[in-house]
């Protein structure tokens, strides 16, 4: 089955500590995004790339940090400058970049205690 | 003011009846997409449209591009519908790099038996 996969669901960690959350693709798409979800808030681009080795800063990228190693890869840094991180992050993946429908993984909820 | 506006923003209905959540936008738009979120956080995209009108199962999203509106109808609800519904758009002009889609804060429908 073709799809993204977020893992884990649940995560949690201990302030000050960095963090990698995981996000696979295999639709052979090129562009992939992660976003934050904030309660009573859209959804909110951190990072995208359009293709391996690319990657830009979305509206919120401050103490965030990723890598595009692969294409089916874009692993997400959620490092200890990031003052907010207890949040719900959505990874999605598109044919390419600016067109075409934006597919979603189920999300890891990360609780920072 | 947020760029994309859903209303209304709860919506608590009984099973069988017409529902309507309705998105409007202020900025010039390449696509505009429906999405829903069940409760465990992960996103299905419903509909991607720029003009018209689409209709799957018992689900029709409309677009009036000159109005910068856009409805998403549900006809027969039913208890499992209940979810959240977010209305993203596609902006014709990318804000300082930034790709991706500008989100509305979501509706949240409960459909009651």
């Keep these: ?113 | 003011k947020n760029e994309v506006e859903q209303s209304p923003q709860n919506l608590t209905a009984q099973e069988g009846e017409f529902i309507t959540i309705n998105c409007s936008y202020s900025v010039g738009i390449s696509a505009l997409h429906w999405l829903q979120q069940h409760p465990g956080g992960g996103i299905v995209s419903l509909f991607m449209l720029s003009s018209g009108k689409k209709k799957h199962g018992r689900l029709i999203a409309t677009i009036n591009i000159q109005e910068k509106h856009s409805s998403l109808h549900i006809t027969a609800s039913h208890p499992r519908d209940s979810a959240v519904y977010i209305c993203a758009v596609r902006s014709r002009i990318v804000r300082g790099g930034a790709d991706g889609l500008t989100f509305g804060k979501g509706t949240h429908l409960i459909i009651q038996p």
């Design chain 1, 1 to 113: 089955d073709g799809g993204i996969t977020q893992s884990p669901k649940y995560l949690f960690r201990k302030e000050g500590q960095n963090v990698t959350l995981s996000c696979e693709q295999n639709l052979n798409h090129d562009a992939m995004y992660w976003y934050r979800q904030d309660p009573g808030q859209g959804l909110r681009l951190i990072y995208y790339s359009q293709i391996v080795n690319d990657f830009q800063k979305g509206d919120i990228a401050e103490g965030y940090s990723v890598s595009r190693e692969k294409k089916e890869s874009f692993p997400l840094t959620v490092t200890s400058a990031q003052k907010n991180p207890t949040a719900f992050y959505l990874c999605a993946s598109s044919l390419d970049r600016g067109r075409g429908e934006q597919f979603f993984g189920p999300g890891t909820r990360l609780t920072v205690l």
